[in-house]
Nanobody
Framework: QVQLVESGGGLVQTGGSLTLSCVVS????????VGWFRQAPGKEREFVAG????????YYTDSVRGRLTISRDNAKNTVYLQMNTLKPEDTAVYYC?????????????????WGQGTQVTVSS
């Protein structure tokens, strides 16, 4: 059974930084893309960033490009989301998800396993 566990969320001021981690259990981690999504109160869950199975290609939604960086360490079964220059509109619960295949998609249908989420709050 695949499990994803996020950590690293918290409260930070505008302009601050956080690094989220997602540890994925299972022996086939390196064969799968991984994505980060977020859901703010009253809003739908949205794609934030994704990384292909070998880490060579990454994808971002426009609102975070240049401020957030996704990376992975296949030896540690871990994916990271470095978040810089945070804004109040980044406040949300952040989820990591394992893609069904090697390439992450921008919709939730492309993912077959999800973590429980970690709260990120950016104060103004």
């Amino acid at each position: 059974q695949v499990q994803l566990v996020e950590s690293g969320g918290g409260l930070v001021q505008t302009g601050g930084s956080l690094t989220l981690s997602c540890v994925v259990s299972g022996r086939t981690f390196s064969a799968h893309g991984v994505g980060w999504f977020r859901q703010a109160p009253g809003k739908e869950r949205e794609f934030v960033a994704g990384i292909e199975w070998d880490g060579r290609r990454t994808y971002y939604t426009d609102s975070v490009r240049g401020r957030l960086t996704i990376s992975r360490d296949n030896a540690k079964n871990t994916v990271y989301l470095q978040m810089n220059t945070l804004k109040p509109e980044d406040t949300a619960v952040y989820y990591c998800a394992r893609a069904s295949g090697g390439v992450p998609g921008s919709t939730s249908y492309a993912y077959d396993n999800w973590g429980q989420g970690t709260q990120v709050t950016v104060s103004s």
